[in-house]
T-cell receptor, first 113, second 110 residues
Framework: NAGVMQNPRHLVRRRGQEARLRCSPM?????VYWYRQLPEEGLKFMVY????????ESGMPKERFSAEFPKEGPSILRIQQVVRGDSAAYFC???????????FGEGSRLTVL | QKEVEQNSGPLSVPEGAIASLNCTYS??????FFWYRQYSGKSPELIMS????GDKEDGRFTAQLNKASQYVSLLIRDSQPSDSATYLC??????????FGKGTMLLVSP
């Protein structure tokens, strides 16, 4: 499958636990974006990364959230000490270059109990 | 703040009709425009991209861009029930990210 791969597809966490979401971009793409979507709301940009670099994290909450895209391996979105308000669908997308069309993965749906 | 506005709908059209979806954006420097389709519980899927003023056709879909008026539209001809979904407009102003509208829900009735 040459598409954007995200895992896990569904994740349940209790308040205070950590959530780690992983994303492997489409083959040949080095630009990775994370978006969050709440029910009945649009896609909200969180962070844009290239290999080993955070390019734009203007949409990322200042606390508890972090992202990385190491030289080897998938991009990871990490949410520490989750709260119920973090329950959402988290979509990863990749593109062949900056400003070009994004291709989305199937998403990771986080539920915080 | 860059904004992308869409009517939330739902937009209801009968099967075989033309569906017209509209989007306005606030940043005059926007350069790239995209339409995505999202089925309920699924991820957004790219339908069309348009970069210059005018029309761009792809099968039953036509994207229209008017930079002077800051709007972009999507026409779906011969609408089918399988076209029922939420359509997201996305705009890139040459910065690093796409800004999405909240989407318009389209319902095509048999």
């Amino acid at each position: 499958n040459a598409g954007v791969m995200q895992n896990p597809r569904h994740l349940v966490r209790r308040r205070g636990q950590e959530a780690r979401l992983r994303c492997s971009p489409m083959k040949g793409h080095s630009h990775v974006y994370w978006y969050r979507q709440l029910p009945e709301e649009g896609l909200k940009f969180m962070v844009y990364l290239q290999k080993e670099n955070i390019i734009d994290e203007s949409g990322m909450p200042k606390e508890r959230f972090s992202a990385e895209f190491p030289k080897e391996g998938p991009s990871i979105l990490r949410i520490q000490q989750v709260v119920r308000g973090d329950s959402a669908a988290y979509f990863c997308a990749s593109s062949p270059g900056q400003g070009q069309e994004l291709f989305f993965g199937e998403g990771s749906r986080l539920t915080v109990l | 703040q860059k904004e992308v506005e869409q009517n939330s709908g739902p937009l209801s059209v009968p099967e075989g009709a033309i569906a017209s979806l509209n989007c306005t954006y606030s940043d005059r420097g926007s350069q790239s425009f995209f339409w995505y389709r999202q089925y309920s519980g699924k991820s957004p899927e790219l339908i069309m991209s348009i970069y210059s003023n005018g029309d761009k056709e792809d099968g039953r879909f036509t994207a229209q861009l008017n930079k002077a008026s800051q709007y972009v539209s999507l026409l779906i001809r011969d609408s089918q029930p399988s076209d029922s979904a939420t359509y997201l407009c996305a705009v890139n102003a040459g910065y690093s990210t796409l800004t999405f509208g909240k989407g318009t829900m389209l319902l095509v009735s048999p």
